[in-house]
């Protein structure tokens, strides 16, 4: 399977944490930054590092954003480049822009300009944003240890309708099922074995590290 490949915009210690763990979990990462201090620090830990003005549209042209999976804008001590670099990878054709936001306005303006996700980084921290960007089916992520991994998932469309029983998760995925959420978002903890999975449900499990990017793939 193909590694996924983002650009991070912005390396400050937010956008260096971000980059530097997507790097981590196998993903391609082009870092972006116009201190050219800043991208040599992390040049040996990404794919790709490269000194770049978001304001100068012949280098994000260059930069061929349209071939990448997501981009990460981590930009807020300039709210214009910020605005400007999210504009830009929609006009190029990212599919997933998520964007570090300053406050509520700054996060205002992003939403009017087509972010998918706006983080304020207060409430979540660069490692779990980089988890959450890389598994699209990974809702929520919290370190239990350096090992073991809280997550929610959205269930595979092909547990619909089986049971915990039947799909035998623990043995074949190696997760613990902690609690289910339903469609209303009421939560049942220690979810009954025998009962049908519905679809649109959610599963809170704990995973060993190593089993988490199979668990969402």
């Not at 991208?39 to 260059?62: F, H, L, P, R």
Request: hydrophobic content about 45%.
């Amino acid at each position: 399977m193909k590694n996924k490949s983002y650009a991070v915009f912005g390396l400050g210690r937010f956008g260096k944490s971000v980059a530097m763990e997507l790097a981590k979990n196998g993903a391609e990462v082009l870092a972006i930054d116009s201190d050219a201090e800043k991208v040599k620090m992390i040049a040996e830990y990404v794919t790709y590092a490269v000194v770049a003005d978001v304001c100068d549209m012949e280098a994000m042209e260059a930069l061929g954003l349209g071939n990448f999976d997501g981009a990460i804008i981590a930009i807020t001590h300039d709210l214009n480049a910020s605005v400007l670099a999210t504009i830009l990878a929609k006009e190029m054709g990212v599919s997933n822009v998520v964007v570090k936001a300053k406050d509520e306005i700054h996060t205002k303006v992003l939403k009017k300009v087509g972010a998918d996700k706006i983080i304020i980084p207060e409430k979540e921290s660069g490692i779990r944003m980089a988890h959450s960007i890389m598994a699209g089916k990974l809702l929520d992520f919290v370190e239990l240890s350096d090992r073991v991994k809280l997550v929610e998932i959205k269930i595979r469309e092909n547990w619909v309708g089986k049971s915990l029983k039947e799909l035998d998760l623990r043995k074949k995925h190696k997760i613990n099922i902690v609690a289910v959420r339903n469609e209303k978002g009421e939560i049942e903890v220690g979810p009954d074995p025998d009962k049908k999975l519905e679809a649109n449900i959610t599963m809170l499990v704990t995973v060993d590290r190593n089993q988490l990017d199979k668990l969402v793939e």
